[in-house]
């Protein structure tokens, strides 16, 4: 490669980089900024550290970490059971024949097509009849709801990349199917499993309607509702804003660069000849 | 190790027939060869030995037991896949210490999570890690044991294979084409190491593949399939000296054996092209006949010796023999219809033939080495 074309794929990095980074950057900038500079435009391009503790006072006015547990739990739940029956489902899919298999498909590509806000107000009625109101896990099998076909889609293509021989193979070995499952198909599919907890994690970390609709106490809510009732009739304290804003984004981003790693193909390479 | 008995075994997917009523047996310590061209049913007979597929018909027995309803691991069989099927996420000792390791799993070892502990724990354990460590010596992957199979080169991954058969012990071994992805080399050296290893261990080997030549070098017997039937169980010899039909004959061998339409005339043959010539040996008692003649067989004499006339088209000089391809004439020396699928009909000479490609001359052949079939069976009439 040429030292040109070298600079240049540098350069591209570079303002992708700047692209993506920049509104984190002015999260923080905007965090520790003066009320007095925010509203009268004079907000500073460099961090004004002296703010801090005042920052620091204000976010610790809000529940602020009972929220990110809300969160937390909302986000992991989702994966967890979105994954866990994505896994079975996908397999399912993948591995059997069975009368009516293309129009589950269909089905699954069908849960994409309708926007969360046509089925809030039928889920709401359901919710009540099933006592899921105010419920985290009410929250949480509603983001399944959306998240799961996705996975299952996701680890369901997965799965048939993968050599039906290595299942026969473990099968002469004397490896029962679950087994065969959880020993052979799941470490093969790992980048895609990664790929699927992403969207998963991030589609309940994001919750937002749902939650604004199903929970009204309080302490039931996840950061992004809690964020949104600063925004207040006179006044919206944006440098609160911006720090809760800060501190909800911080686990997300440790969480995509743990998983992101494992994002990578080439896993079967050897398997059989190729 | 149980004896093998396949009674009328079919298989079909809907209204496509695989395999028809198919019987055979196969005894202990033998190296049954499955042999056949693409798409004949040898490896999907092999999956129904194995439990992998579904038996359509028939039955398919272990010693006296019937077996079409076992599992797979009830059968206990070792299986070597023509794409040699490693796991890719575990080591060469990881691949081979499989089987074993499976063996001693309880139900649940299998829990997410556990399965990784108990599987370190139980391929750690001096009974697996020994006999690991000695079926790797035996077939040479010792240096190996701590690679994943994508390093490996072709020929080692295939060992990887058998030794991760081989390290279970079971009493009957189902090769599916062990060696199709190998090069040419290698495969001539890993069929002496089969051969080798199935003396050493002296079980049952069903071997699967459409080379003659591992067939031939490998097997004490063979089963020759073709549109899913059995065409001729026998020993290599049987089947090269003695092909029961012409689909054997050309099957096996190469180039394969000569076949020439000739029709009876007193004590002479005579081809359609009307060239005739004394037959020395005997005939069968019928007008319309079909000349089965290995190229060994065959010579080539001056032109105007009795024989066939003919002209050489092709000269392949291996080193120790010469093959010469040559074009039948008729009577008026021009290309004579009799050779059967209108092939050229092949001489082995010894050494360097003193022949080039043009040349006119008469082929002859040995009487007792011929053989005769029927022209509208197709089946060997002596």
């Known amino acids: 490669m040429t030292a040109v074309r070298r600079s240049f794929r ?158 026969e193979s473990a099968a002469i070995d004397n490896c029962p199917r679950f087994g065969t499952l959880m020993m052979i198909v799941l470490p093969l599919i790992a980048p895609s499993m990664a790929a699927a907890a992403v969207i998963a994690f991030f589609a309940g970390w994001n919750e937002f309607l749902f939650a604004s609709t199903f929970l009204s106490d309080q302490s039931s809510w996840p950061v992004s509702v809690g964020l949104a009732s600063f925004i207040g009739q006179y006044d919206t304290p944006l440098a609160s804003v911006m720090g809760s804003a800060l501190v909800f984004s911080v686990p997300a981003i440790v969480f995509f660069l743990l998983v992101q790693r494992k994002i990578v193909s080439g896993l079967t390479a050897g398997a059989v000849k190729g | 190790m149980p004896s093998l008995t396949l009674s009328g075994v079919g298989k079909s997917y809907g209204d496509n027939m695989i395999i028809r009523s198919l019987d055979a047996y196969v005894e202990d310590g033998e190296f049954l060869v499955l042999l056949g061209p693409s798409g004949c049913g040898k490896s999907t007979l092999l999956r129904m030995i194995a439990g992998l ?84 010596a035996q077939l040479e992957l010792g240096p190996l044991l701590n690679r994943r199979p994508a390093q490996l080169s072709g020929g080692q991954r295939q060992r990887v294979a058998l030794a991760r058969s081989l390290v279970r012990d079971p009493a009957l071994y189902l090769l599916d084409e062990p060696l199709s992805n190998l090069d040419a080399k290698l495969r001539a050296q890993m069929r002496a190491e089969i051969s080798e290893l199935h003396h050493a261990v002296g079980k049952t080997f069903v071997y699967v593949t459409h080379d003659q030549v591992e067939a031939m070098t490998m097997a004490t017997r063979i089963i020759v399939l073709d549109g899913g039937e059995v065409q001729q169980i026998g020993t290599p010899d049987e089947i090269y000296t003695t092909p029961a039909n012409t689909f054997v004959a050309r099957f096996v061998g190469s180039p394969p054996m000569n076949l020439i339409d000739v029709r009876r005339a007193g004590d002479a043959l005579v081809t359609a092209g009307g060239t005739r010539w004394i037959h020395l040996g005997a005939v069968p008692d019928q ?96």
């Open chain 1, 10 to 167: 540098g350069l591209l990095i570079l303002v992708l980089v700047v692209f993506a980074g920049f509104p984190v950057y002015w999260m923080l900038t905007t965090a520790l900024a003066s009320s007095g500079d925010l509203f009268a435009g004079r907000q500073s391009f460099l961090p004004e550290l002296q703010n801090l503790p005042e920052l620091l006072r204000s976010i610790g006015d809000v529940p602020i970490l009972r929220w990110l547990g809300n969160t937390v739990f909302i986000a992991v739940g989702t994966t967890v059971i979105s994954l866990v029956l994505g896994t079975i489902g996908g397999y399912g899919l993948s591995r059997y024949e069975f009368r009516g298999k293309g129009f589950v498909n269909f089905l699954l590509f069908m849960t994409q097509v309708l926007p969360e806000a046509l089925i809030v107000v039928p889920l709401y009625a359901m919710f009540i009849a099933l006592g899921l109101l105010n419920s985290m896990w009410g929250l949480v099998l509603a983001n399944v709801g959306f998240s799961l076909p996705v996975s299952m889609f996701i680890l369901k293509s997965a799965m048939d990349a993968v050599p039906r021989e290595l299942e």
């Open chain 2, 287 to 382: 007008q319309e006949l079909v000349l089965g003649l290995r190229p060994e067989a065959m010579m080539v004499a001056p032109q105007g010796s009795p024989g066939l006339p003919a002209e050489v088209a092709v000269l392949e000089r291996l080193g120790g023999e010469t093959l010469v391809g040559c074009r039948v004439l008729d009577a008026a020396g021009e290309r004579d219809t009799a050779m059967i699928h209108h092939d050229l009909c092949y001489v082995r000479v010894q050494g360097r033939a003193p022949v080039r490609i043009g040349d006119r001359l008469t082929l002859t052949y040995d009487p007792a080495a011929t053989v005769w079939f029927d022209p509208v069976s197709r089946r060997r009439l002596v």
């Open chain 2, 53 to 136: 597929a579904d038996i359509t018909s028939g039955e398919l027995r272990f010693d006296d037991e019937v077996a079409n309803d076992w599992s797979v691991s009830r059968r206990g069989v070792a299986f070597v896949f023509q794409s040699y099927a490693l796991y890719p996420h575990m080591t060469v000792r990881g691949n081979i210490s499989f089987p074993l390791v499976m063996d001693r799993f309880k139900k649940w070892h299998h829990l997410p999570f556990v399965n990784s502990i108990a599987r370190r724990r139980l391929a750690a354990s001096p009974e697996i890690r020994d006999k690991t460590d000695r079926i790797a």
